[in-house]
């Protein structure tokens, strides 16, 4: 048996065991937690625990973004599609195909969904009914995207070789650069004044990644160096807690307080990105999820797309 199949089957393993802790009956929390990690994508319970929440048709599941009504879409980098899942986790259908290697979403105001394609340096625009524009194009590397309160998209964009920069677009499609920074930028996320946290790859005290904070006038100052280690999402809780996905050293996903204190909130997920659901309502019975021979050979094979996503960011 190979190494990476032998690494494949412990992550797994852990998945399903992981998933199947959770599987019993509890309430929900008032937002739920989502990563995508492997071949599957995962919902967290307020204590951190996990279980599989979507994994029909995925291939290797990055960016993540709900609607207006709960439904999820996911990009799937390796065929190239964005899939829709309804707010059970149900497959709907597949939404858009013909990108190259997404990564990043981000819905915009009036419900348009915006793609990061970094296989060809774009930002794909997709209405509603499905129909693709392109929007922005010429970009190095565009992984993570985030809209502010105005509108107005945020990309960060990976030169891959070790640096990088923010680049601001107006609704119009004009973009400039807004900050630069270092060492793969990834993920980036909002807080609820406006100040944008962006994950880097790499760099750090230890060159395992930090957290970059800009005010809305493009100040930075680095907002976390320890806990972290390869960190990819990030994403904002309604409270102004930040998580962080690592997806080097133990996989953890990190909890950051608004003034920047550090706790880990679930070990062993090696996720990529994350984002938070609509709210749910408070105490309704968490379903189990089914586990069939065909999902446990799906998860056996997880840890072969986590070594590939690591050798494609270095």
């Known amino acids: 048996m190979s190494t990476r199949l032998r690494t494949g089957l412990a992550v797994g393993a852990a998945l399903i065991a992981l998933s199947l802790v959770a599987a019993a009956p509890q309430a929900h929390a008032q937002q739920s937690l989502y990563g995508s990690s492997g071949f599957v994508v995962l919902k967290f319970t307020a204590d951190g625990n996990s279980s599989i929440f979507a994994f029909t048709k995925l291939n290797e599941p990055q960016g993540l973004a709900f609607d207006s009504m709960g439904n999820l879409y996911v990009a799937d980098y390796s065929d190239n599609t964005i899939k829709k899942f309804n707010s059970l986790g149900s497959y709907a259908s597949t939404f858009a195909t013909g990108l190259n290697n997404p990564f990043g979403l981000a819905f915009d105001g009036s419900g348009n969904l915006y793609v ?29 995207l985030a809209f502010d309160s105005t509108g107005s998209l945020y990309v960060t964009n990976d030169k891959g070789n070790g640096s990088g920069t923010i680049v601001k677009f107006t609704p119009g499609g004009v973009g400039t650069q807004f900050a630069s ?21 790499y760099g750090g005290s230890v060159n395992k990644g930090s957290i970059q904070e800009f005010t809305p006038g493009g100040v930075s100052s680095v907002f976390a160096a320890s806990g972290l280690n390869l960190p990819i999402g990030l994403a904002f809780d309604n409270a102004g807690n930040l998580y962080a996905a690592n997806s080097g050293g133990d996989g953890s996903i990190e ?21 938070f659901g609509p709210p749910s309502p408070a105490a309704v019975p968490e379903a ?27």
């Open 181 to 201: 920074t270092q060492n793969h930028p990834e993920g980036l996320a909002f807080d609820s004044v406006g100040n944008l946290y962006v994950a880097n790859f």
């Open 255 to 275: 909890k950051f307080s608004s003034t920047g204190s550090l706790s880990t909130f679930a070990g062993g997920e090696y996720a990529d990105f994350l984002t």
């Open 288 to 314: 189990s999820t089914p586990v069939s021979l065909g999902l446990l050979l799906t998860l056996g094979l997880a840890g072969m797309a986590i070594t590939a996503r690591k050798k494609r960011r270095a």
């Open 116 to 144: 990061a394609n970094k296989g060809n340096g774009t930002i794909e625009e997709i209405s509603s009914t499905g129909s693709t524009s392109t929007f922005a194009s010429g970009l190095s590397g565009p992984v993570g």
